[in-house]
């Protein structure tokens, strides 16, 4: 049997009674299905297994992994509990790994397309849609075009093998992480802006308010050991966006706060190099300069 196009998905999710039922439905009308998918509900308290469960009723391809309840939220957990639910799946002859948020909605032949874009170009190992946040321009698209959000991460299983897994960062930011390790193993990484995810609420919203949120993404990409001269570069490049300059600001704030504070790192030292190698060829292809074609083929703005 050829399985060239076969592949599963994995997601998990936590009290999400009110998004999970249209990601389900997003995928079950898909012109070509998931040969398996894993929902690994992380002790959710609310009607979240209940809806899942009727679904998985109807589809024998869906299977709920229920976790024991926990105190809090976490980053970490996320990873945490997507490699679970990778560990639990059941079908093995997948050529193709998907990685999705259970708060999501895209086309019904959106995977189908997928696939058809990693055959087309075999050093594709990482790829995705574009995640537009509930209420803005779906025209809105990100600066960054080779990171893929991790709410839609979509691999050739052999670029998942050898990236080796999953980087649970408690401060986040894993999904980056994983596309620039992807890119030192020596595959290619591409975001579809013309595949349009809508994202069904803000990112983060559980950290708090939005200048909350903006500080803790300074934090993260201290963590992820970003180039200082790239952080100052995308902070000014984002002063025009909501909240106007305070936004920016809080971001810059939070980066160096945690670099005065020698805030702990957990990524290995030739990951951070080669992230800050790609953050200075970024950074010079937007003043002009040479810059690597891994960037100027795609972007020269920051991200």
Known sequence: MNHQNDYVLVTPVRDEEAT?????????????????WVIVSDGS????DEVIRAAAAEHS????????????????????NTEKGIRHLEYGDYAFL???DSDVEFQANYFEEMIRRFHAEPALGLAGGVVIDVGLPRDRLPRNRIDVPGAV??????????????????????????????????YRTRLFTDLVVDHL??????EGGVVRRKWQMG???????????????????????????????????????????RRPRLIPPEVVAHI????????RSMFGGRGDTVWTEHSREIR
């Open 276 to 283: 800050r190698h790609e953050q200075m060829e970024r950074v």
């Open 20 to 36: 999970i039922g249209r990601t389900i439905a997003s995928v079950i009308v898909q012109t070509v299905r998931p040969r398996e």
């Open 45 to 48: 308290t609310d009607r979240t």
């Open 219 to 261: 934090v993260r990409d201290y963590v992820l050991g970003y180039h200082p001269l790239f952080e100052l570069v995308k902070c000014v490049s984002r002063l025009r966006e909501p909240p106007l300059v305070i936004g920016a600001a809080a971001w810059w704030v939070g980066y160096v706060g945690s670099a005065l504070s």
């Open 201 to 206: 609420k803000p990112r983060n919203i559980s």
């Open 61 to 80: 391809w869906i299977r709920l992994l229920p976790l024991t309840p926990r105190p809090g939220r976490s980053f970490a957990a996320v990873v945490l």
């Open 98 to 100: 998907g990685l999705l």
């Open 153 to 186: 991460q979509f691999y050739r299983r052999e670029c998942f093998e050898a990236i080796g897994g999953l980087v649970p960062v408690p401060e986040g930011g894993w999904d980056g992480l994983t596309c620039a390790i992807a890119r030192m193993k020596g």
